[in-house]
């Protein structure tokens, strides 16, 4: 490859790491386990990646870890300039596609052309939960939260008001696939509400 070309290249990925580092200051309602303050998008995302790693006994056959690791760990960079929208809010998820969208084509343009495209394939890919690989990085996502709730005694539930049929609703479509979380979820979910960290019904 041509130096000047190359270099080129090199400055393009690295102006795309600096850009990302803004992902460290997106804060979401998730609390850590330590309840001491709530986890930002980094934090989350590696969170994911990790359990993935872990995890990855109760995937689908076939699925391809390498590539459920890359999505967690990219799906969430659109927040940089779309946001966090707490997923219990309707309001602030109104007109969300559309932000994350435009923030994609915005944040993944900042990369060389092949990389950028391999990078919106992937956060499309995730969006769409059509492939295993998806699906299981969806199950992640949305496993994560509720177990950080179940481990900090309800503290994003509680201060927001959220009911057993909210949490059921959310989950479902991305966990029921999977028995051993779906069992864990519902047996779960039916303490919470017991010990007062949801509102029934």
């Known amino acids: 490859m041509n130096t000047t070309i190359e270099m080129k290249r090199f400055s393009r990925q690295l102006e795309f790491i600096r850009e990302i580092d803004k992902v460290k200051s997106i804060f979401r309602q998730t609390p850590l386990m330590d309840k001491s303050r709530k986890e930002n998008d980094a934090e989350h995302s590696w969170h994911l990646a990790a359990m993935a790693l872990i995890l990855s006994e109760y995937a689908e056959e076939k699925t391809d870890l390498f590539r459920v690791i890359k999505m967690v760990l990219i799906h969430d960079l659109v927040e940089i300039d779309a946001g966090d929208a707490y997923l219990f809010d309707a309001a602030a998820n109104v007109g969300k596609e559309e932000?994350?969208?435009?923030?994609?084509?915005?944040?993944?343009?900042?990369?060389?052309?092949?990389?950028?495209?391999?990078i919106m394939d992937l956060w499309h890919d995730f969006e769409e939960r059509?492939?295993?690989e998806a699906k299981f990085a969806t199950l992640m996502d949305r496993f994560q939260p509720?177990?950080?709730n179940i481990t900090t005694e309800g503290i994003s539930w509680l201060e927001h008001g959220i009911s057993r049929s909210q949490v059921l609703t959310?989950?479902?479509?991305?966990?029921?696939?999977?028995p051993l979380f779906w069992d864990f979820l519902t047996s779960n979910v039916d303490m919470a509400v017991e010990k007062g960290w949801l509102k029934p019904g």
């Open 99 to 118: 932000r994350e969208q435009e923030a994609a084509e915005r944040i993944f343009g900042i990369l060389p052309e092949d990389i950028g495209t391999e």
């Open 130 to 132: 059509s492939t295993n």
């Open 146 to 148: 509720f177990l950080h």
């Open 170 to 178: 959310r989950m479902q479509p991305a966990v029921e696939a999977f």
